[in-house]
């Protein structure tokens, strides 16, 4: 039975899903990408590189970062600052005028990186307010709280950004960049309850801050070359890898793929609308019975899912089809992410949360180049996106097959063991 304190804790810590969800909706997939292109005076390809800059940078950030924040007992201090950092920068996005091509760049691979390195803390405090038998639904809460929160905002500056006129904006872009300050603002107020409430488990040694800096960089050494002594933990990692390759190309390359093949922007904008609001009911569900049946078949079933999404999006021709699919994506987005999320969590040894979390946030950030490579590449062989598409299917079946050689129970009892 939960206290009154670890259900406010709690409360808090899916909270933040809620604020910094603002900025994955309207900055990273609907409103900058088009704001990047038709104002700023980018292209797709100078997009493309943004993205690749600001992942590249938080890849090698989040472990050694981590690594300090365990060290330091301070996990809850380096979220605040990336949190800051990133919903400065989405409010400095407002300054973005016509031709401003490199200042957005640069403000974009701020906020991603306050976005990116922000979540490797705050991935690693689920361990601190709640115990192991509870993560699943506790994971899966924030996630439906982020696609709630994300989605709301959306809604709210698409409506700003439609309906300009009749509220007494100049123009399409006046009203784009005041979205973009509403993301700063919401991602900053939704993010204090964490900040007041959650309590960090400390373990700080004394010391100067370039000599955490030593520590953090020796600890991440020991993380690559000690990593082997949890074997259940490597499997898991590599059989993530694959599937969030797979996750992460249905995500980037979704839009592009219905521009492909016809399907106009408004049914694009709107079918990320419906992912958001399905996926807030359906993460919620899918913890409890994550809970109930288990959080490995849960994780099954939700590949199995997109193996089916991968293979329907093949036979896609009209915008109705679309939004069948962006619900079945909304179905099961979040509750996969969510479970893996709370499994890798048991199979870490601990006082290193931060650290393995940045760990896992580097690797699969640096391997999830994959899924798009193979996508350009079989696209480019046969001219065909349709075919691209279903070779992202390789991904989800190399993370099933990787998944059923990992034993959970087995994990769990090698992160008890001292590292």
């Not at 691979?109 to 689920?126: E, P």
Request: glycine letters at 10%; proline letters at 2%.
């Amino acid at each position: 039975m939960l206290s009154m304190d670890d259900k406010k804790q709690i409360n808090a810590w899916v909270m933040y899903d809620w604020a910094n969800s603002a900025f994955a909706t309207t900055i990273m997939a609907a409103v900058m990408p088009i704001y990047f292109i038709s104002v700023a005076g980018g292209t797709d390809g100078s997009w493309s590189f943004t993205q690749t800059a600001a992942a590249i940078v938080v890849a090698l950030l989040s472990p050694l970062l981590g690594a300090i924040a365990d060290h330091t007992g301070r996990k809850k201090t380096f979220l605040r600052v990336f949190s800051i950092i990133g919903a400065s920068a989405s409010v400095a996005m407002a300054f973005i005028g016509p031709g401003d091509m490199w200042l957005a760049s640069v403000l974009v691979v701020i906020g991603m990186v306050g976005f990116g390195a922000g979540n490797t803390f705050y991935d690693a405090l689920l361990g601190d307010v709640t115990s192991p038998a509870q993560r699943e639904r506790v994971s899966a809460k924030g996630y439906a709280m982020g696609y709630l929160g994300g989605g709301v905002l959306l809604a709210v500056n698409l409506g700003l950004i439609l309906g300009w006129e009749a509220i007494g904006l100049p123009d399409k872009t006046a009203a784009s960049q005041i979205s973009f300050v509403t993301v700063g603002i919401w991602w900053f107020v939704f993010s204090l309850p964490l900040f007041r409430r959650v309590q960090e488990t400390r373990l700080a040694r004394e010391g100067t801050v370039g000599a955490h800096i030593k520590t953090g960089a020796r600890r991440l050494k020991e993380t690559f070359q000690r990593i082997k002594r949890y074997p259940e933990l490597m499997k898991f990692m590599l059989a993530y890898w694959f599937f969030f390759d797979g996750i992460n190309t249905i995500i980037v390359m979704a839009a592009s793929y219905g521009t492909t093949i016809g399907i106009e922007s408004d049914h694009l904008i709107a079918a990320l609308l419906i992912t958001q609001f399905v996926g807030f009911p359906a993460s919620l569900l899918f913890g409890k019975l994550a809970d109930r049946l288990g959080s490995k078949k849960m994780l099954y079933s939700s590949l199995v899912i997109y193996l089916i999404i991968v293979v329907l999006g093949y036979f896609m021709t009209s915008a109705l089809h679309f939004y069948l699919l962006a619900c079945m994506v909304g179905l099961v987005q979040g509750g996969s992410q969510a479970t893996s999320r709370s499994i890798f969590s048991k199979v870490i040894p601990s006082g290193r949360n931060a650290e393995f979390f940045g760990f896992l946030s580097f690797t699969s950030r640096f391997f999830s180049f994959g899924g798009p490579l193979v996508f350009g590449l079989v696209k480019l062989i046969s001219d065909s996106s349709r075919s691209a598409l279903l070779a992202v299917a390789f991904f989800f079946v190399a993370g099933i097959i990787l998944l059923t050689f990992v034993n959970l129970a087995k994990g769990e009892q090698e992160a008890k063991q001292s590292i």
